[in-house]
């Protein structure tokens, strides 16, 4: 069984960046394919902590970072679910006198920005967000929140389908040629495309794409472990975050407490991995030690998923270096989903228009061009 | 050189007490891993204090089989290492992680025998969460183990052997049986007959069971269609269709089951291979007529991996262990391993006819209302179900649980999986064997927050007493 699509752009990878770009590309009047090699959101996209966050980003991030924020109370009207998203705000903890001090410096180097950061000391951690472990302070962004990743997902490429995207699911791609005027596409199950431009969207696979076009990028794999409750009566209004790692938690509106802040492990087949009984272990300790609350609670599920991390944690959005019309988004580092909804957008620019109107020079995938004969990656 | 570590077993009932005995046997000393605070499984369940009762009152005609395994397993302790109500959470690469009294302890072994075993099978009919509706298997426990009734007049549905028996026990126990519902026709009985011959003692107190139901007062219907729970509070009433026309029974009980569904999360994290079975109607872990699975060292028993009953669990749990004795290079009994086969093939012969004697009711799951809940844990109807497939195109199960929330509660899909599976089918228009099957994550049962792990109960234990 053959099929063949001749599309203005063939995007692959059916994640949030993929889909968002499809779909803002539907609505510039292209006609798109999205290619996924198995369900459209199934990877880090939907599998991911759901924090909605601009706090902590680094100040490069920040400008993709604030066009998302517009977005995301727009959901509604965007792919016709609003993906459970609700700024609670996100409160970033400090554990001693250093990170507090870290906070603080943070909040200047981006007072430009207009994240309406508020420093918090310890009493106010209490009586505002309820919080007693053991920690001296906090860093709070009001306008930040969380949201039901799985949602908003597999609604974003639900939603492509809807406007008019060709959603291929299950469906690999076996091999990229350029032609004199694009791409031809192989893909499995008999389908070939030609497509003027391709988008590279392929998450922690994409590494193989940039590979075949002669930019090798150096994307590790990992592997978030994540523990959820059964349902609790409210106590935690904010997304938390930790100062220097180790924990992060929301409770969602039916009252699951989610908390992760471990690497989960690969299994055999490294597409698939599984939190590890010492990181949960020790995600609940250090919940338990934050929240009374959740002295009774009983973990009913775990999760992970497989993310495509760079090394200075940054991804990579822009055109290739060595290929016309290819265009690379990937490697967020574990820090995708609150931004990818902006990357759509930008991806769509790119696209139509050669440029975006956001800056993102600093993720252009030529910064890991090697000059050395050793191939080591400098970021 | 250090030494090879223990094989592990899970599950102390008949499957895994053959299994433990042919090790020991051998000179091994294996670890047994169970959730209840003494051996026998659910079908040989003792209670938790003694209540006075004999093996003949608690068992019925299977109590010699109850206390010859109860009386071996006790023969074991000093040689095995037994974890009793120990819930095993996590499995990966020869370890385990075992939850018992708010600490975690860490099991190292080499060789695994499963032997899980089954729960109750349900689709969602109206009312099936009401106070008061039980699965079968509830129903027989609460008897067994602690001598409790569900209600004082109850009334026992779906479909099954256990439909029969647990009737039966209940009747036999003083509690007014108004009426058993088998959904399935009168005329799929007459199978029965093929069973005759192939397990004569079975099939004849199977009978006898219905016959003396009757003879007491209990009636029987069946092709039963369109059955409704009825209540506010609690079980008031049943509806349902039969023949003719509709009736109404009050009743204040209700057990409800239609056959057993396999346990078989750990098969899953252990790596195990799954593959559509039709006579189970599920996505089992594949084994061979020795109980090996995919995964090298890992060995299948009981219903862990197929439903055929506490017969077949003794059987099996002692061929798997001869399997791993075998694997292991240890000395086994060959002709022995051929027997059990040869026994165990009977059984599954056994099987194909109470299949078509007490058939799955598939297509109940044609009907279920849009405002019946699917997934009570989430509190999902199958309506929500249903709009989700729709909207989000959805072809595979675990994409339905992504979006939906169905089977990602307490119970895991445990309960729900099988008529989120027969739903997602038909409202694709699909064979069930193509929906996929919910994958397992740890903890495959809740565990709580507060668990210490053994390294730091044993520091605890280091601490100078005061």
Not at chain 1, 83 to 88: A, C, I, P, V
Not at chain 2, 134 to 154: D, E, H, N, P
Request: proline share 5%; with cysteine; glycine share 12%.
């Amino acid at each position: 069984m053959s099929r063949r699509i001749d599309t203005d752009v063939a995007v692959i990878g059916g994640g949030l960046v993929g889909s968002s770009a499809a779909l803002a590309l539907r609505g510039m009047g292209l006609s798109v394919a999205l290619l996924d090699k198995g369900f459209c959101g199934a990877q880090a996209s939907g599998v991911n902590y759901g924090g909605v966050r601009r706090q902590a980003r680094p100040p490069e991030q920040l400008p993709l970072s604030q066009r998302a924020h517009a977005i995301w109370p727009r959901l509604k009207a965007l792919i016709g679910s609003d993906g459970e998203f609700l700024r609670s705000g996100h409160l970033k903890l400090a554990r001693d006198e250093a990170d507090m001090a870290s906070l603080e410096a943070y909040a200047i180097s981006v007072s430009s920005f207009g994240l309406d950061l508020e420093l918090v000391g310890h009493n106010q951690l209490r009586e505002r967000f309820g919080i007693n472990g053991d920690v001296v302070g906090g860093s709070f962004c009001p306008g930040d929140g969380h949201a039901n990743p799985r949602l908003v997902a597999t609604g974003f490429a639900a939603a492509a389908r809807r406007a008019g995207a060709e959603v291929l699911e299950n469906t690999p791609v076996t091999g990229i040629a350029r032609t004199s005027d694009g791409f031809a596409i192989e893909a499995a199950g008999g389908v070939t495309l030609t497509a003027r431009t391709v988008i590279n969207s392929a998450g922690a696979w994409a590494d193989q794409f940039a590979r075949d076009v002669g930019e090798p990028v150096p994307l590790i794999r990992t592997y978030p472990s994540m523990v959820v409750t059964e349902p609790l009566a409210p106590f935690l209004g904010v997304n938390i975050g930790m100062e220097g790692g180790g924990i992060y938690a929301r409770q969602v509106a039916r009252g699951n407490f989610i908390v992760g802040g471990a690497r989960a492990t690969a299994l055999d087949d490294p597409d698939f991995s599984r939190p590890g009984s010492d990181g949960v272990l020790g995600i609940m300790r250090r919940a338990s030690g934050l929240f009374a609350e959740l002295r009774h609670a009983h973990a009913i599920r775990f999760w992970s998923g497989t993310e495509g991390t760079m090394p200075d944690r940054n991804p990579v959005i822009g055109p290739s270096s060595t290929t016309p019309g290819l265009v690379h988004a990937f490697g967020f580092s574990g820090a995708g989903f609150q931004i990818s909804l902006g990357v759509g957008e930008v991806l769509a620019e790119l696209v139509r228009d050669g440029r975006s109107s956001t800056p993102i020079d600093a993720f252009a995938i030529d910064r890991f061009k090697t000059t050395s004969h050793d191939g080591d990656a400098r970021p | 050189m250090s030494e090879r570590a223990q094989p592990l077993i899970v599950g102390a009932g008949p499957a895994g007490i053959r299994a433990a005995m042919a090790l020991v046997a051998a000179g091994l000393l294996p670890v047994v891993v169970d959730e209840a605070p003494h051996c026998g499984g659910q079908i040989y369940r003792q209670p938790p204090v003694d209540d006075g009762r004999d093996a003949r009152a608690r068992y019925g005609s299977e109590a010699a089989k109850a206390s010859r395994l109860h009386r071996d397993f006790a023969a074991l302790t000093e040689r095995i290492d037994y974890r009793p109500q120990s819930l095993l959470w996590n499995l990966r690469d020869g370890v385990a992680d075992l939850a018992r009294d708010g600490v975690n302890h860490r099991v190292s072994f080499d060789g695994l025998i499963l032997a899980t075993g089954a729960t109750d099978r349900v689709l969602p009919i109206p009312g099936w969460t009401l106070p008061g509706v039980f699965t079968l298997g509830g129903a027989q426990i609460a008897l067994k183990a602690q001598g409790c009734a569900i209600g004082s007049r109850v009334v026992f549905v779906g479909s099954g052997p256990l439909l029969y028996l647990v009737a039966w026990q209940y009747q036999q126990a003083g509690v007014t049986v108004a009426a058993v519902l088998d959904s399935a026709p009168l005329a799929a009985k007459f199978n029965l007959v093929r069973g005759l011959p192939l397990a004569p003692p079975i099939v004849l107190r199977g009978m006898r069971m219905a016959a003396e139901l009757r003879l007491r007062g209990t009636a029987i219907h069946f092709g039963v269609e369109s059955v409704r729970i009825e209540g506010t509070t609690r079980v008031e009433a049943v509806v349902f269709q039969s023949g003719r026309g509709g009736r109404r029974l009050a009743c204040d009980g209700i057990g409800y089951g239609l056959n057993l569904r396999s346990e078989t999360q750990l098969a899953d994290l252990a790596g195990c291979a799954f593959r559509y079975d039709p006579r189970d109607r599920a996505q089992l872990p594949v084994r061979d007529s020795s109980g090996r699975s995919s995964i090298p060292g890992v060995y299948l028993a009981g219903d862990s991996a197929r439903i055929a009953g506490a017969d077949a669990a003794e059987c099996g749990g002692e061929r798997a262990a001869l399997a791993l004795l075998e694997d292991r290079g240890l000395p086994h009994d060959r002709a022995q391993a051929i027997a059990l086969e040869a026994e165990l093939r009977k059984v599954d012969r056994l099987r194909d006819v109470l299949e078509a004697a007490f058939p799955y009711p598939s297509h109940w799951a044609d009907d279920i209302a849009d405002d019946t809940l699917l997934c009570r844990c989430e509190e999902i109807s199958a309506g929500e179900a249903r709009q989700a497939i729709k909207d989000f195109s959805l072809t595979e199960l675990n994409r339905l649980k992504a979006v939906s929330r169905v089977g990602m509660g307490r119970c895991q899909g445990r309960v729900c999986g099988t008529a989120a599976a027969e739903l997602l089918a038909r409202e694709t228009k699909r064979d069930i064997a193509s929906v996929g099957r919910l994958r397992a994550q740890p903890p495959i049962k809740p565990i709580a927050f507060s668990m210490l792990s053994d390294d730091e109960t044993s520091e605890r234990q280091h601490e100078p007493a005061h």
